[in-house]
């Protein structure tokens, strides 16, 4: 029996050997001058997103080096220094090797070793270094009348510029069919009105072919900040000088309307364009926008039902819950005296409810704010209620006191998972509700200039 047990051990390596050996590894290696001894860190770039996946310690020269495994994700990369730069890379199973002086522009990146890459960055500095001097002419023609001779030579070396950075885009593109780098450029490269065109018509061509090379079916674009950063940009398109807050909402609504008809070619990268547009719309308090997108969203006809599917759903239905004009869900809870809270027998014209924590930095600057209205108005026309985040109840109590925050104070001790958060479907603080005398909500306003403005149109 021993000599079965060293014979079955013996195969047992030679298998863990031999599938160590066939597992291919590909390594980043980087100097960055100026971060001896420092950590450096990989991240995964998924949309305006980055996910830390390792880190190392680099040497005394700023030289590091991390390793891949062959199951490594192709997509975009993001070496993250802690200083002022963070160095963009492709990864498409080969071995890459760069320097940096650690200057914050592209053309400070050397890549010694890697094809994708070497694409990736010729044009990152066409595009970059001849797009700047594009804006430069452009205020410099404006000095000058159009009849000028100097205007004339300005005028040509502009759309010579131009004509630079398109046809280099289009040489890579060519030259490079297969790569990731190809991939990437054909969506990301600049669109150009022609030459001479009145702004409107600028604009409207602008918007009409900004998507022309972008294939919303291509997964691999959700593995790079290249998608999202074409949907800002086609987003400002729509932006007008001039416009109202009105305008500008429904010219951004027909501009999502627009993204999402062509995003929905694909399941995942339609999940994640209405992701992407819900959490920018929420950062910047676009109630008009979020409500737009919860009422059309076309979820229901996406035929997987993903875990993605069903996050969006949820938060879809918590917005069109919580949408301007909607009673604000009532409540049962003890203050921080005891008392029972109820929502529904508040009595005052407007009630302000602010889910805040004592360890958030962003309430310490709104709060005083909330406050210097509270104090100075009859309980009977303005009400106060504060749901704090917090779990330990020794801080949270030390908050309310040293700040003199005398309305009502509720803390459920229970972090993101108190029933009254859940039901408001806080994820963020601070974050407010306006209501009016019959608890419908007016405003949800997210910074002290909003909040302000708010309080004024009531």
Request: hydrophobic share 35%; proline share 3%.
């Amino acid at each position: 029996m021993t000599g079965l047990k060293k014979i079955s051990l013996s195969i047992v390596l030679i298998i863990i050997f031999s599938l160590n050996a066939n597992s291919q590894q590909y390594s980043i290696n980087g100097t960055v001058s100026q971060l001896g001894n420092s950590t450096v860190y990989l991240a995964k770039i998924i949309g305006q997103a980055t996910k830390v996946i390792d880190t190392a310690i680099c040497n005394e020269a700023g030289s590091f080096k991390f390793i891949l495994d062959e199951n490594a994700a192709i997509g975009m990369y993001s070496i993250i220094t802690g200083g002022q730069q963070n160095i963009e890379l492709l990864y498409n199973h080969e071995d890459i090797r760069f320097i940096s002086s650690g200057s914050t522009t592209d053309d400070n990146v050397q890549i010694i070793e890697s094809v994708e890459n070497l694409i990736w960055y010729d044009y990152l500095y066409t595009k970059g270094f001849n797009q700047y001097k594009r804006e430069v002419i452009e205020q410099l023609m404006m000095s000058y009348p159009p009849g000028d001779d100097y205007y004339k030579y300005t005028e040509n070396y502009y759309q010579k510029l131009q004509h630079t950075i398109s046809d280099r885009c289009a040489e890579l593109i060519s030259n490079n069919p297969n790569t990731l780098a190809a991939r990437y450029i054909n969506v990301d490269m600049p669109v150009f009105a022609p030459y001479g065109m009145e702004d409107s018509e600028k604009q409207a061509y602008l918007i009409h072919h900004h998507f022309d090379n972008t294939d919303f079916s291509d997964t691999l674009l959700l593995r790079s900040n290249i998608l999202t950063s074409k949907i800002i940009k086609y987003l400002s398109l729509y932006q007008n000088p001039g416009d109202s807050k009105e305008q500008l909402e429904d010219n951004l609504i027909v501009a999502v309307d627009s993204i999402l008809d062509k995003a929905i070619v694909e399941q995942k990268v339609y999940e994640s364009v209405v992701g992407f547009l819900l959490n920018g719309f929420e950062a910047i308090g676009f109630e008009k926008g979020l409500e737009h997108i919860a009422e059309q969203n076309q979820l229901s006809e996406l035929c997987v039902n993903t875990d993605r599917k069903e996050d969006l759903e949820q938060k879809m239905e918590m917005i069109k819950k919580l949408a301007i004009g909607k009673t604000a869900p009532d409540f049962s809870v003890k203050d921080v005296d005891g008392r029972i809270v109820e929502l529904n027998n508040i009595d005052a014209e407007t009630t302000i409810l602010v889910f805040w924590a004592s360890w958030c930095p962003h309430c310490t600057e709104i709060l005083p704010v909330l406050k210097e209205y509270y104090d100075k108005e009859n309980t009977d026309k303005l009400q106060l209620i504060a749901i704090s985040i917090d779990e330990n109840e020794d801080d949270f109590k030390n908050a309310v006191k040293s700040h003199s925050y005398d309305w009502i104070n509720i803390a459920e001790l229970k972090g993101w998972e108190g029933p009254t958060v859940l039901e408001y479907g806080v994820h963020a603080t601070p974050t407010i509700f306006i209501l009016d005398k019959d608890k419908k909500i007016v405003a949800k306003p997210t910074n002290k200039d909003s909040f302000r403005k708010a309080m004024e149109n009531i």
